[in-house]
């Protein structure tokens, strides 16, 4: 291909160098002419041609690699049509995403305040429950000496069928600090204080407090047999646990 066109060249060249030279050998006054004669000389030089040296070959595969391109350039152009719609898109997902983030926050900190609420109930209840504990573990001393105290008198001078003058007297203080007592205990069980006795039920650590233990073969093992000091609840809360002899027979 190259050989070819270097030939055309030279060929071209040579024609033109030939023709400079006629034209320079033309005498004066051959070269003086009419106007129509210039005219004429103009139209019958021969003129110089270029031939392309591409073969058909050549050029359909020069057409078939600029047609990617064409194809590349209709599509960059669709891309480019299509990018607002893309454009949209994407602030429409970033948005979804904000929104999940959003409702994600939302329904944490709704768990915190409920979190917040029940447990800040919780500590008003305790608050109220428990206020008077210092008060009451004062006040179970006072119970207690009620008990003692009814407990000093024998039975035997309450049951007495023939009674004197003090053996009514005694039962008569008696009967006084027996429902002094009662009265006493149901108005601390109104406000969550209430004493128990654990005898004859399971020893319980959580609840009791064993100040000595005995074989017993007629009772069952790790039961209580004796209560030496009666225990107290406040809302279900001990406190005070009981003190009790508790049966060993392991």
Same mark, same amino acid.
């Given at each position: 291909?190259?050989?070819?066109?270097?030939?055309?060249t030279?060929?071209? @060249?040579?024609?033109? *160098?030939?023709?400079?030279?006629?034209?320079?050998?033309?005498?004066?006054?051959? /070269?003086?002419?009419?106007?129509?004669?210039?005219?004429?000389?103009?139209?019958?030089?021969?003129? *110089?041609?270029?031939?392309?040296?591409?073969?058909?070959?050549?050029? *359909?595969?020069?057409?078939?690699?600029?047609? &990617?391109? /064409?194809n590349?350039?209709?599509?960059?152009?669709?891309?480019?049509?299509?990018?607002?719609?893309?454009?949209?898109?994407?602030? =429409?997902?970033?948005?979804?995403?904000?929104?999940?983030?959003?409702?994600?926050?939302? @329904?944490?900190?709704?768990?915190?305040?409920?979190? %917040?609420?029940?447990?800040?109930?919780?500590?008003?209840?305790?608050?109220?429950?428990?206020?008077?504990?210092?008060? #009451?573990?004062? @006040?179970?001393? /006072?119970?207690?000496n009620?008990?003692?105290?009814? /407990?000093?008198?024998?039975?035997?001078? %309450?049951? #007495?069928?023939?009674?004197s003058?003090?053996?009514?007297? @005694?039962?008569?203080?008696?009967?006084g600090?027996?429902?002094?007592?009662?009265? =006493?205990?149901?108005?601390?069980?109104?406000?969550? =204080?209430?004493?128990?006795?654990?005898?004859?039920?399971?020893?319980? &650590?959580?609840?009791?407090?064993?100040?000595?233990?005995? &074989?017993?073969?007629? !009772?069952?093992?790790?039961?209580?047999?004796?209560?030496?000091?009666?225990?107290? !609840? %406040?809302?279900?809360?001990?406190?005070?646990? #009981? !003190?009790?002899?508790?049966? !060993?027979?392991?």
């Amino acid at each position: 291909m190259l050989r070819q066109t270097v030939s055309a060249t030279s060929r071209a @060249l040579r024609s033109t *160098a030939r023709l400079g030279t006629q034209r320079q050998t033309v005498p004066f006054a051959q /070269s003086y002419q009419t106007p129509f004669a210039v005219v004429r000389a103009i139209a019958v030089a021969p003129r *110089a041609r270029w031939y392309s040296s591409e073969t058909d070959a050549a050029k *359909a595969d020069t057409a078939k690699a600029d047609e &990617p391109k /064409s194809n590349e350039e209709e599509v960059k152009k669709e891309g480019e049509a299509e990018s607002p719609e893309a454009a949209l898109k994407k602030q =429409l997902e970033a948005k979804e995403a904000e929104l999940r983030e959003m409702k994600d926050r939302f @329904l944490r900190s709704v768990a915190d305040f409920r979190n %917040l609420q029940d447990r800040t109930e919780r500590d008003m209840k305790a608050a109220r429950d428990f206020a008077i504990q210092r008060f #009451a573990q004062d @006040l179970v001393e /006072s119970v207690d000496n009620f008990d003692r105290a009814l /407990s000093m008198v024998p039975q035997e001078k %309450l049951q #007495a069928e023939e009674k004197s003058e003090h053996l009514q007297d @005694l039962a008569n203080l008696y009967e006084g600090l027996k429902m002094t007592e009662t009265v =006493l205990l149901s108005t601390l069980k109104k406000h969550g =204080l209430e004493r128990f006795d654990p005898n004859g039920e399971v020893f319980n &650590p959580n609840e009791h407090e064993a100040t000595f233990m005995t &074989p017993m073969p007629d !009772k069952e093992h790790n039961t209580v047999f004796h209560t030496q000091q009666k225990g107290f !609840k %406040l809302n279900g809360r001990v406190l005070r646990p #009981a !003190k009790v002899g508790v049966v !060993k027979n392991k």
